[in-house]
């Protein structure tokens, strides 16, 4: 178990001074999400109260995509150097790997999303009608749905071909279901017209079941030949 | 009416042509297997 | 093996006019819809084959990681594809359906919508196997084969509660709830049908795959015994 947290750390740790350091992923994520906040308000010619609609909606489409950008980096950079390899054969186990990697995306993840909140709430006239806190609520378990399916489909796609354009194939159907608990509850929370409680709930069952799934199923998933 | 027909014929077709599919896989599959014992 | 097969695709063939017959002559004719109801009769048992498909394919993947058997693999890509092509049959039909008694070509109903996810997952899983480098990954594959199973039932319960939205016009008006007995029966008959279809079709492509692996050891067996180039398909 001490293993399990060590290799976790360490990791972690390694990730996220890489990502300081060149601050490419966090970059090449705000930039691209920017462009798609810019670019559908350009495609649609909104009302304020349209825009509140479908504000929430939207956010998620714009992270869902930057996302891929990152979870693409973070798989290609282990390739690069075969570290990958090095994990196989290492006795660390494969478990510590996954969640490392889930939680580093996953903070990258939040990262991008509090510099891109404040760009939301100007560009589309926002207001939070419930409690701040279940938007914070909302928002983390739908960055972990993203970032730990994410993760996990990321590592498959890259064993293929055309790895860039795999992942978002195979990711984007997956993560159905969490967008539309995400979708619903932001709205709800923003435009005040339900309880976000069912999406919250789902959103719960669903984070535990692929996160245990994943973990599960990544020294499969790694030791694939 | 036309919808009806164009339904049936579709599902029909659909499943010919995954037929068609899996014809050509062996044969393709044979000729390999042609081709080991050969050399 | 082979006169098994025959047999089978005979009793297919034989189902399947049968279910035709049904269809086209037997059921009556429905009150509001008119002839194009009809479709209801192909429509509907595909869709529930292209999940039966799916589910064994959820069962194979398992079956994979438990042991690793060749055989769970083949099942799993014959299950999927077959899936794959009754879950086609379900997209293509069902707007074929919709135009003229709705007038519209689409509706984000829960049911399509599914399917359409459901296709989309599978057609993944497809492109996953073939676009693998160095072949056919049927590890990954089965780790796939058993997120997208999980997946499925998310999908199904998401777009139950949280597409409130959108019309739902109610395609085939609750299949189980009072529907007149004839037309039950057509339904069921054509199901049978093609549930035949499909063993058929898995059975030929799960035989395909085998073949396939056997052809692959061999070449791996000969390449081991004379070293040679050999290029890979």
């Known amino acids: 178990m001490s293993t399990l947290i060590d290799v976790l750390g360490s990791t972690l740790a390694k990730d996220l001074r890489l990502e300081w350091r060149s601050k490419d992923a966090v970059n090449a994520m705000l930039f691209f999400a920017l462009l798609v906040v810019v670019i559908f308000s350009f495609s649609f010619d909104l009302s304020a109260e349209e825009s509140r609609q479908i504000a929430g909606g939207l956010i998620w489409v714009a992270l869902l995509f930057a996302a891929v950008v990152a979870l693409n980096q973070t798989w290609a950079r282990e390739l690069r150097n075969q570290a990958l390899d090095a994990y196989r054969v290492s006795p660390a186990p494969a478990e510590s790997l996954f969640l490392a990697k889930v939680i580093g995306n996953f903070l990258f993840v939040t990262v991008l999303e509090l510099l891109m909140t404040p760009m939301f709430v100007v560009f589309y006239n926002l207001h939070s009608v419930r409690p701040l806190y279940e938007l914070a609520l909302v928002s983390a378990l739908g960055n972990w749905a993203l970032v730990a399916n994410g993760t996990f489909f990321g590592a498959m796609s890259i064993r293929t071909r055309s790895r860039e354009v795999m992942l978002p194939l195979i990711l984007f159907p997956i993560s159905i279901p969490a967008l539309l608990a995400m979708v619903s509850a932001t709205t709800a929370t923003l435009t005040g017209e339900s309880s976000p409680r069912l999406s919250l709930v789902f959103l719960l069952v669903y984070d535990i079941v692929f996160t245990i799934l994943g973990l599960l199923l990544f020294d499969t998933v790694l030791g694939a030949e | 009416m036309k919808f009806l027909y164009a339904a049936y014929g579709i599902t029909w077709l659909v499943h010919i042509v995954y037929l068609i599919i899996l014809t050509r896989g062996f044969q393709q599959v044979r000729d390999e297997a042609e081709e080991l014992t050969r050399k | 093996m082979k006169s098994g097969f025959i047999i089978l695709a005979l009793i297919t063939l034989l189902l399947l006019s049968y279910g035709l017959y049904q269809a086209l002559v037997a059921a009556p004719t429905e009150a509001t819809m008119g002839e194009v109801q009809r479709i209801f009769y192909y429509h509907v048992p595909s869709a529930w084959t292209a999940l039966l498909c799916f589910l064994a394919n959820f069962v194979a993947s398992l079956w994979f990681l438990a042991g690793r058997s060749g055989r769970a693999d083949a099942v799993a890509v014959a299950t999927a594809e077959v899936g794959v092509v009754f879950c086609t049959v379900v997209l293509l039909t069902g707007p074929l359906w ?136």
């Open chain 3, 98 to 233: 919709a135009r003229p008694v709705w007038g519209i070509w689409w509706a984000w109903d829960a049911r399509l919508t599914s399917t359409l996810v459901l296709w989309l997952i599978y057609v993944g899983y497809l492109m996953l196997r073939k676009f693998s480098v160095g072949g056919p990954n049927p590890m990954l594959a089965a780790a796939f084969g058993v997120f997208g199973a999980f997946n499925a039932v998310f999908v199904f319960m998401a777009i139950r509660w949280f597409r409130t939205q959108q019309p739902q016009p109610v395609f085939g008006g609750g299949p189980k709830s009072g529907i007149d007995p004839q037309m039950r029966y057509a339904l069921m008959a054509n199901w049978v049908a093609f549930l035949a279809l499909a063993i058929l079709l898995i059975w030929l492509r799960y035989t395909l795959q085998r073949v396939r692996q056997a052809v692959e050891e061999a070449h791996a067996m000969k390449s081991l015994v004379e070293p040679e180039v050999r290029t890979r398909r």
